[in-house]
């Protein structure tokens, strides 16, 4: 005899089907949501590129050019005036300049014998702002409304598990 959904064993096949479904349903919504709000509580994603502030904090005459990568990763530029000389240009990207106006976008690190001897910012328009980068309150708003999507997917989906049960048992 072949199951069929009007059979027991059709009817256990369908609740079983249903349940996996709704559960597949609510795993991926619980996902999405995860990765919105880790999206939107960093507020620009993987930004890495640091401040003028931090490169003065961070950046020291006689470092060398391992210690300047260790602290700022690879250059995004670097040339060699001679075997004594060279520089490490660091820039924003594109999609990190926002701020429409002259300001920040970048530095340039000068070395000299293997050392840090100077280094200076880099200035364009538009500009670096991490400021700028932060979510706007249109944006936020997902902060609210995903957990309200994943708890009311949930919600519906034992609703939909419930339904299945009674139809079932009915």
């Not at 597949?24 to 003028?52: C, D, K, M, Y």
């Amino acid at each position: 005899m072949v199951a069929g959904p009007r059979t027991a064993a059709g009817a256990l096949a369908v609740a079983a089907l249903q349940k996996h479904v709704v559960g597949r349903i609510a795993r991926l919504l619980t996902i999405v949501a995860l990765v919105l709000v880790a999206a939107s509580v960093s507020g620009h994603g993987a930004n890495t590129f640091p401040t003028e502030v931090e490169v003065r904090e961070k950046l020291r005459p006689g470092m060398t050019p391992q210690e300047v990568r260790a602290a700022f990763g690879y250059p995004l530029g670097r040339k060699t005036f001679s075997p004594q000389e060279e520089t490490f240009t660091y820039r924003a990207s594109a999609n990190l300049r926002r701020r429409n106006e002259e300001g920040y976008a970048g530095f340039v690190v000068q070395f000299r014998d293997g050392r840090v001897l100077n280094w200076w910012a880099v200035t364009d328009n538009p500009s670096y702002d991490p400021a700028a980068l932060a979510p706007s309150a249109g944006f936020k708003w997902l902060l609210f409304v995903i957990p309200v999507l994943v708890f009311g997917g949930s919600i519906a989906a034992a609703a939909v598990g419930a339904r299945a049960r009674a139809k079932r048992g009915g």
